[in-house]
Structures are given as structure tokens and as C-alpha cells.
């Protein structure tokens, strides 16, 4: 297994430009999530998806869309980047279903953003 | 999810155990604990999870106290590669994939 593959490792974006993370994984979750950590500070999630046609806001949703067609695939999508958006954006995904080790949650290694 | 409260910074000597502790007095009957560790630049690595009794796997030991209110844990030969920052999580296992919030964790330096 891959685990949670996230491209690109490194952009750099203009202001206002668009582009969008890919996330995907093999494992066969439920669940995925995008999180956004800036430097020296803990993780802050931007959306999830419990499911294929699912998803909901985080706590820092604005400036981000999600869609999630498929189980394995939920890409994140700056629509007009801006310097705030400068970031580390991670990827994860879990089962819950699993049981004992239920809800343990996969992260992928990552992807720097930087808007100017 | 309950609320968790760790040190924000640590030192432990290599070889050494290194005990981190987490306070979590609001934590409910179905919710556990999870930690997780994110060394420098990489994505979070989950350690290990636990209810209510202690909990031992080949990364680390989780010790909760006997009214999960707080819990601590241990790496107990610490190397150089432990360096990173530690999260220690409270919710719920079964469902509900969403929410799940990192706080600032615990900055743990191993020095040679």
C-alpha cells in the first residue's frame, strides 16, 4: 500500500491563481480530511468527507472547495490564491469501522504552498 | 472532543525515557486517547491509542490514570530520530470522522 499520496510536494502560486491538491489513497477509507498547518503552529482542518459525495467544512473552510467523486480521491481547490493561503497542507484518511484501531487517522507527507 | 493541555516543550537525554504528559479533564466515557508525533517537515505518525488501561506497542507506552484525566507517554529509550512535536488527542473511535483538532502538542528535544 502507497498509503496517502499527495502532488504536488512544492507549488508556488501567483495571487489570484488557481490550482488544486490532489490527495489519494489506497487503503480503502471512509473518511478523509485536508488540514493546513503554517509554520510553528498546530494542524487546522480546511474540509472532510465521510464518504464518496460527502463532505462538510473544518474550522478554516474559506478560500477552499472540495469534491469527492470517488473513495479514494479528494482533491482541495484554491480558486484565487492569496498570501494567507501559504501554507503546509496535509492530506489524511482513516476507517472508523476498523475496530480496535478504529478512527487511527494516515496522513501524507505534505504540500508547500507558496502564494506571492 | 474534549480538551487537552500539554507542556509545550520538553528536553530528555538519549537513551532515557522520555515521559510526556497530557491533562484531558473534560474527557467522556467513550472517548480515547490518541497520540500522535510529527518529526520535522512530515506528516503526523500515529503512536498509539488507549480507553482506559495502559496500553504498550513497539513506538511507546500509554499510561492513563484511573480517572482518564490526564495521561503520559513514554518512549522509554529515547533516540535522536524522537525528536518531533507530540499531540495527544481525546474522541471518540467508532464514528465520526470529522472534527478531529490538534491542539500545539509538545515540543520533544532529544539531546545527545
Known amino acids: 500500500n502507497a498509503g496517502v499520496t499527495q502532488t504536488p510536494k512544492f507549488r508556488i502560486l501567483k495571487i489570484g491563481q488557481s490550482m488544486t491538491l490532489q490527495c489519494a489513497q489506497d487503503m480503502n477509507h471512509n473518511y478523509m480530511y485536508w488540514y493546513r498547518q503554517d509554520p510553528g503552529m498546530g494542524l487546522k482542518l480546511i474540509y472532510y468527507?465521510?464518504?464518496?459525495?460527502?463532505?462538510d467544512k473544518g474550522e478554516v473552510p474559506n478560500g477552499y472547495n472540495v469534491s469527492r467523486s470517488t473513495t479514494e480521491d479528494f482533491p482541495l481547490r484554491l480558486e484565487l490564491a492569496a498570501p494567507s493561503q501559504t501554507s503546509v497542507y496535509f492530506c489524511?484518511?482513516?476507517?472508523?469501522?476498523?475496530?480496535?484501531?478504529?478512527?487511527?487517522?494516515?496522513f501524507g507527507e505534505g504540500s508547500w504552498l507558496t502564494v506571492v | 472532543d474534549a480538551k487537552t493541555t500539554q507542556p509545550p516543550s520538553m528536553d530528555c537525554a538519549e537513551g532515557r525515557a522520555a515521559n510526556l504528559p497530557c491533562n484531558h479533564s473534560?474527557?467522556?466515557?467513550?472517548?480515547?486517547v490518541y497520540w500522535y508525533r510529527q518529526i520535522h517537515s512530515q506528516g503526523p505518525q500515529y503512536i498509539i491509542h488507549g480507553l482506559k488501561n495502559n496500553e504498550t506497542n513497539e513506538m511507546a507506552s500509554l499510561i492513563i490514570t484511573e480517572d482518564r484525566k490526564s495521561s503520559t507517554l513514554i518512549l522509554p529509550h529515547a533516540t535522536l530520530r524522537d525528536t518531533a512535536v507530540y499531540y495527544c488527542?481525546?474522541?471518540?473511535?467508532?464514528?465520526?470522522?470529522?472534527?478531529?483538532?490538534f491542539g500545539e502538542g509538545t515540543q520533544l528535544t532529544v539531546n545527545p
Open positions: 473534560t474527557i467522556s466515557g467513550n472517548e480515547y
Open positions: 468527507s465521510v464518504g464518496a459525495g460527502i463532505t
Open positions: 488527542i481525546v474522541r471518540v473511535a467508532e464514528t465520526s470522522g470529522s472534527r478531529l483538532t
Open positions: 489524511a484518511s482513516s476507517n472508523p469501522g476498523h475496530w480496535p484501531s478504529g478512527n487511527t487517522i494516515y
